[in-house]
């Protein structure tokens, strides 16, 4: 079972670059889980909107790179060894990280797996049409042994109707000599209606099909898109509101960030008591749903 | 634990051949000479209406056709290109390509992942569904990628001086897409045998692909020969430690060998660095950059399809795959190809 060792989150306006976010979340994360960043084998970066729009390489291998985390293989003396790539799957990469790192664990190809997200308008600086709040945030997961707590299964429910509700890309033609400056995304007028019917729809099938009870789950943390997004999951699948995270009043729309933000939050307000069950649902571009339950 | 296995293999490289010659006319002849020299002669290009969604969704749709299986049996398909062109020039973010890949293929009860890991990102998402595949959680998945690459040469056509400058490499790359299905394995004499990467963030800047901010479109800026020489002093020293893990791996045991293409001649390089370094004569090397350029997170399996369709690799070979990419990305694969057939007819 993967378990949630530590999180961070960073909301400094003054960072410009979305790997500077990640850098400063990375270290405070593995601080605060006591970890010798040389022990991290596996490092995922979930962000999708990047500096100057980077195709190549990996934005995880330039944020190892600047965590100085197994930098080579020559001359290294701890003998560890770090795997980067990122992941592109938008508001829902955390749980898809996730489900990747889970089967490496239970391999035993790895043992701790860092999680890290961040966007940024490709230009660094503010843009009032980029949707998405500049937070950096990262995860620590690490291999437990035990069954009582961690990620059980995590689902994924894509729409096929090609009504994909959000598209974004950067028109590298029409950009002229500014292709790394800007990107543009088109939201439709009902995606957040939808998208809030499609995720309900995922959550209930999910709980109803593994005879999971509502009344078990403590509190759901989910994909912050627009203000009111968790309650009104929260009340749609009748699950107790008391303690629903929902961070877009504060934060904006954290995008890649969103669910990795509400777990550190919610451990902030007292919420993540020892045995809780946690819902996570991640809700995106596609449409997409995710949705997996963690014990604390 | 279980295994996995190549089950079938897919390509697809546009018609569109561009010599040399034709690609460099009116450039410093210094240019032609560094590609000449380094044993490139010529490149598949996309047409007009080629992108990299469509180039990646024709080969999985030619892998379906070397396939047991139907899409709607995929269990996951995981998109892995650099390049991720939609509708033209458009770097396309959101929603994930591998959900458009599912829907148009029809693998509709499919986990779609988008990855990016540079030129690695074909054999990384074999390493994700062989991880998936091992510890029983998924039986399948299709891992595609489609590089509509030749766009950074046009960038690099209109902004290179000379063969010193950085977009030399823009000038060796080639479009096409791939695609691979891995199931479980029950048989011993057809399995990935081993998979193992690590990241050399040591050199993560010495290859960086970005849109170019002097002309319209993407480009490439590569420290060509530090990176070669970084990696040639690398992948020997992973390889061995690779093999004294996996220890029942000698060397001596792999009928071919597949290199990532970047050239002809720094295949043959690294082809003798390896003999001189472990005194042992690699076999089966197998080298189609020459006709079809570096096609990126492609180039291994483009490289092991046409050795299929060619019935170069008879069935029962190991075949270990050596990955060098940007990032700096180090990775071996090893398999034992079993019943792999080409019928899809691609070129």
Same mark, same amino acid.
């Given at each position: 079972?993967?378990?949630? =060792? ?40 979930? #962000? ?9 390489? +990996? ?7 600047? %965590? ?10 701890? #003998? *560890? ?42 230009? =660094? ?10 937070? *950096? ?32 890309? +950067? ?9 790394? =400056? ?83 939050? +919610? ?14 649902? #991640?809700? #995106? ?6 949705? *997996? %339950?963690?014990?604390? | ?84 062109? !939609?509708?033209?020039?458009?770097? !396309? ?14 693998? !509709? ?95 993560? &800047? ?16 590569? /420290? ?40 002809? &001649? ?38 092991? !399809?046409?050795?299929? /369709?060619? &019935? ?36």
């Amino acid at each position: 079972m993967a378990r949630i =060792k530590s999180t961070s989150i960073v909301t400094d306006c003054s960072i410009k670059s979305c790997i500077d976010l990640a850098v400063r979340a990375a270290d405070q994360c593995m601080e605060k889980a006591g970890i010798d960043r040389n022990e991290i084998n596996m490092l995922i970066s979930i #962000g999708n909107y990047k500096d100057d729009n980077m195709a190549e390489p +990996a934005q995880a291998a330039l944020i190892q790179h600047r %965590l100085g985390m197994n930098l080579d293989i020559m001359n290294n003396t701890n #003998g *560890g060894s770090t795997f980067s790539f990122d992941i592109m799957n938008g508001a829902c990469g955390f749980l898809y990280a996730v489900r990747v790192v889970e089967d490496f664990m239970k391999n035993g190809t790895i043992t701790n797996a860092l999680i890290i997200s961040s966007d940024v308008h490709p230009s =660094k600086e503010y843009s009032p049409a980029f949707p998405y709040s500049k937070i *950096g945030a990262a995860v620590l997961l690490s291999h437990s042994e035990a069954n009582n707590y961690g990620f059980r299964e995590i689902i994924f429910k894509t729409s096929s109707d090609g009504n994909h509700g959000l598209r974004s890309y +950067a028109d590298l033609i029409a950009l002229g000599n500014e292709g790394r =400056k800007e990107v543009t995304i088109q939201i439709d007028d009902d995606y957040h209606g939808r998208l809030n019917d499609f995720s309900v729809v995922a959550a209930r099938d999910y709980l109803q099909s593994r005879s999971i009870p509502v009344s078990e789950i403590k509190t759901i943390i989910s994909s912050q898109p627009v203000s009111g997004f968790s309650v009104k999951l929260s009340k749609a699948l009748g699950i107790d509101g008391s303690q629903t995270v929902d961070l877009y009043d504060e934060f904006g729309d954290p995008h890649s960030s969103a669910l990795i933000l509400g777990y550190h939050i +919610a451990g902030e307000r007292g919420y993540l008591r020892d045995n809780d069950a946690i819902l996570f649902i #991640g809700a #995106g571009a596609g449409l997409t749903a995710a949705c *997996g %339950l963690y014990l604390v | 634990m279980y295994k996995s296995k190549f089950e079938s293999i897919g390509a697809y490289t546009p018609e569109k051949i561009v010599t040399n010659e034709e690609l460099l006319t009116g450039k410093d002849a210094s240019i032609l000479l560094a590609l000449d020299t380094a044993g490139i002669k010529k490149r598949r290009w996309r047409a007009q209406s080629e992108d990299s969604v469509k180039i990646a969704i024709t080969a999985a749709g030619n892998c379906l056709k070397n396939s047991s299986y139907k899409a709607s049996d995929l269990e996951v398909v995981i998109y892995s290109s650099i390049t991720r062109f !939609h509708g033209g020039l458009k770097h !396309h973010l959101e929603p994930a390509i591998s959900l458009l890949a599912k829907n148009r293929l029809g693998a !509709h009860s499919a986990i779609n992942l988008d990855i990016t890991n540079a030129c690695a990102g074909m054999l990384t998402g074999a390493y994700i569904l062989d991880n998936m595949i091992r510890s029983g959680s998924v039986r399948n998945g299709m891992v595609i990628s489609g590089e509509c690459i030749t766009p950074i040469s046009e960038t690099a056509l209109k902004e290179i001086k000379d063969r010193h400058d950085d977009q030399l490499a823009s000038l060796t790359v080639g479009d096409a897409g791939a695609a691979f299905i891995l199931d479980r394995s029950d048989d011993e004499n057809e399995c990935i045998e081993f998979i193992n990467f690590t990241t050399i963030a040591a050199f993560a &800047k010495h290859c960086i692909g970005v849109p170019s901010n002097r002309n319209p479109g993407p480009a490439m800026y590569t /420290k060509t020969k530090e990176l070669y020489i970084e990696s040639f002093k690398r992948l020997p020293v992973f390889l061995k430690t690779v093999l004294e893990k996996n220890n029942k791996s000698q060397m001596d045991d792999y009928d071919f060998n597949i290199y990532h293409q970047t050239s002809p &001649k720094v295949i043959e390089l690294f082809r003798q660095h390896l003999k001189y370094y472990f005194n042992w004569e690699p076999r089966g090397v197998i080298v189609n950059v020459d006709e079809y350029g570096n096609t990126a997170s492609t180039s291994h399996f483009v490289a092991l !399809h046409n050795a299929i /369709k060619e &019935k170069k690799i008879p069935r029962g070979s190991r075949v270990l795959f050596y990955s060098a990419a940007s990032g700096l990305v180090l990775g071996l694969l090893s398999a034992k190809i079993g019943s792999l057939g080409v019928r899809d007819g691609a070129n």
